[in-house]
């Protein structure tokens, strides 16, 4: 499957809430942030919990976000980040 | 019951190290009719205590997995401590070239002290003098076993998850930690198969210790990034 | 000061994603981990690799999401990790919730036994 981001790309965590076993927090739904790297590809942990095998591969990105991107009123350094690991169906490109 | 309390040899085909008293008196029970008599707790063993101890014993009898490979599981995990972690930490604090290899590959530099971390990606964060990193698992409590052992109490909680993404220097300061406002501070959420292990910032004053030494001032709470090591 | 959520119950929100909550202050200090507790967790490894799809870490995570809000507040990590694999094994028909209940009460009359002695 062809790597959708690099590293430096902007995108924009979806704002979806589906049940189920999920692993991108709730904090950062909606939220745009950076790649900051790419992380290779590994088994949906969403499909895992369920018994199925996991594939296709998903490709995991690490996600770089401002502090004061997430928060309102973050009182903190304006380069204080959270770095959150998040797979790749969960992002979309941002301006 | 004249000789309730007199230690008697068997085979042991059990690790007592491994194994606390009721566990080691239920595989006793198991093995013979005589009853042995180890240290045991006074108060009877709670709920989820006696689940744990059920779960093992109808998962080896329907022979799911066997009570060595049980006992093999314990062992390892009793392998991880976080002084495998002060080791590399010292080693990459006083050899550059291994530093850079933990940077690049967190599995492959800490496969020179024997660590095996499974699927886990072990990923290296350096402490800086512009950056400080912290590392949390906001949505359970993932944490690089394999190098700092089980995570401790405070990491597990509620107060830690919750507000370390939201406010890490107000969470830092709980432990005694100030970070200047000319650092940043990121904050890891290891969600996925990633586990970080910080290197922290080396103290001033340690300059010419060995690497034995400076490991003693490696804490695991240093190597999540709540803390600093101090010299003293 | 920056703004925090005030509950986890949000639509979509599961009780176990509390990134943004306040729970109050961090405790530094440390308990010893139990032997049953190590236990606990070395159960769980055990199953998870050589291919075995029985317990592998993601049906354990989902269990403890779906042990409900009320047991999940009352119970501490290791206790929770004991549920979540009860759970797991319990849907995956390994045995019955019966099963293991009778075989709890057994090895407790088992220990109390070797205690009286």
Not at chain 1, 62 to 80: C, H, K, L, S
Not at chain 2, 105 to 113: L, T, V, Y
Not at chain 2, 196 to 224: F, N, Q
Not at chain 3, 36 to 62: C, F, P
Request: hydrophobic share 30%; net charge negative; charged share 30%.
């Amino acid at each position: 499957m062809s790597q959708i981001f690099q590293t430096g790309d902007k995108v924009r965590v979806l704002e979806a809430h589906p049940p189920g076993h999920r692993r991108t927090p709730y904090y950062c739904r909606g939220k745009v942030g950076e790649i900051e790297r790419v992380c290779g590809e590994h088994r949906n942990p969403e499909e895992l919990a369920y018994g199925f095998d996991g594939e296709p591969l998903r490709r995991l990105y690490r996600v770089r976000f401002r502090q004061a991107d997430i928060w309102g009123g973050y009182d903190g350094p304006e380069n204080d980040t959270v770095d959150i690991d998040i797979y790749e169906h969960w992002l979309k490109p941002a301006q | 019951m004249a000789d309730e309390r007199e230690p008697h040899s068997h085979d042991h085909d059990h690790d007592h190290d491994n194994m606390d008293a009721d566990a080691h008196a239920l595989e006793h029970i198991h093995d013979h009719d005589r009853q042995f008599q180890p240290d045991i707790e006074d108060t009877p063993p709670e709920r989820y205590e006696l689940m744990t101890y059920a779960i093992r014993e109808l998962l080896i009898e329907k022979g799911h997995v066997t009570a060595d490979e049980i006992r093999q599981a314990q062992e390892t995990l009793d392998s991880w401590q976080p002084s495998r972690g002060a080791q590399i930490v010292a080693r990459a604090w006083t050899d550059p070239s291994y530093k850079e290899r933990l940077l690049k590959d967190g599995n492959e530099a800490m496969a020179d002290f024997g660590v095996d971390a499974g699927g886990a990606k072990l990923t290296v964060l350096e402490n800086t003098e512009d950056v400080h990193n912290v590392v949390v698992c906001t949505l359970c409590s993932c944490y690089p076993r394999a190098v700092l052992g089980l995570p401790p109490d405070w990491y597990r909680s509620k107060a830690y998850r919750s507000r370390v993404v939201v406010e890490p220097r107000e969470v830092l300061k709980e432990f005694g930690t100030e970070v200047e406002d000319d650092v940043t501070v990121r904050v890891h959420d290891s969600l996925a198969d990633l586990r970080y292990l910080v290197i922290p910032k080396r103290p001033e004053g340690t300059e010419d210790w060995s690497e034995d030494k400076l490991a003693t001032i490696v804490t695991r709470d240093s190597m999540v990034g709540v803390v600093n090591p101090k010299a003293s | 000061m920056a703004e925090k959520f005030t509950s986890a119950n949000e639509p979509g929100r599961g009780y176990h994603d509390i990134g943004g909550l306040d729970y109050g202050p961090v405790d530094p200090e440390t308990t010893e981990i139990k032997p049953w507790e190590k236990l606990s967790i070395a159960i769980g490894n055990s199953m998870g690799g050589q291919g075995r799809k029985i317990v592998n870490t993601d049906m354990g995570r989902r269990a403890r999401e779906g042990m409900g809000e009320e047991m999940y507040n009352a119970l501490d990590y290791f206790e929770r990790t004991t549920e979540s694999t009860k759970i797991t094994l319990v849907e995956q028909g390994l045995f019955t919730e019966e099963e293991l209940e009778a075989r709890m009460k057994e090895i407790e009359s088992r220990l109390a036994e070797v205690r009286a002695q």
